[in-house]
Structures are given as C-alpha cells and as structure tokens.
Nanobody
Framework: VQLQASGGGLVQAGDSLRLSCAAS????????LAWFRQAPGKNRELIMTVTRSGTSTLYSDSVKGRVTMSRDNTKNTVYLQMNGLKPEDTAFYYCAATEGPTSLRAVDYDYWGRGTQVTVSS
C-alpha cells in the first residue's frame, strides 16, 4: 500500500486545515486507518483511527473537540479535519494503514505515508 499525505502547511492559531491521505495498491475498503503526529523531540502520538466501516475513534485528549476523521472509499482517501489549531499542534502528521483491526500501537500498522508538516504560528 502506498499512502500519500497532503494538506499541511503554515497557518495561524485558530485556523483550520484538512489533511488528506490517498491510498493505492490495495483495496481501500479492506484497510483500517489512523492518523499519528510527531513533534520535534516528542514521541509519535496517535490522534484518531477509522475502521473499515467508517467508525472513527479519538485517542488524543489534546485535540478533543477540534478534529474529525473520515474516509471516502470512492476516492481511496482518508481525511483529518482540524479546527481551532494551536501552536502545540505543530508536528509532522502521518497516516497509517493496516489490513488488521485498528490499533493504538504504531507497530501494528503495516503501511505509512511520508507525512505532512503542520506548523501553527501564534
């Protein structure tokens, strides 16, 4: 599976961004997906996952109420909508996929995109 994330950029605090991750190489419907992020000097953090059926689950308290995750199986793409961005949201954002169930653990995801940088200025 090849994953290509896009949509990052330099924004101001309070702005919104929608990250996209396009998948190819496998039947998209068979993939469970996740968004992670990693800030400089910090561990990779799981933000949200979405099951094959489209059920999303939030794992990061720091973005609670500000992000939603969705998938469009007709476009083989998963999205992360982020609103009310804060400087502490600055990180590299990665999408990941697995042909197994969704997981909290990064090691359980077999496929990773290159990531997209999000920088939020105050």
């Amino acid at each position: 599976v090849q994953l290509q994330a896009s949509g990052g950029g330099l924004v101001q605090a309070g702005d919104s961004l929608r990250l996209s991750c396009a998948a190819s190489g496998r039947t998209f419907n068979n993939l469970a997906l996740a968004w992670f992020r990693q800030a400089p000097g910090k561990n990779r953090e799981l933000i949200m996952t979405v099951t094959r059926s489209g059920t999303s689950t939030l794992y990061s308290d720091s973005v609670k109420g500000r992000v939603t995750m969705s998938r469009d199986n007709t476009k083989n793409t998963v999205y992360l909508q982020m609103n009310g961005l804060k400087p502490e949201d600055t990180a590299f954002y990665y999408c990941a996929a697995t042909e197994g169930p969704t997981s909290l653990r990064a090691v359980d995801y077999d496929y990773w995109g290159r990531g997209t940088q999000v920088t939020v200025s105050s």
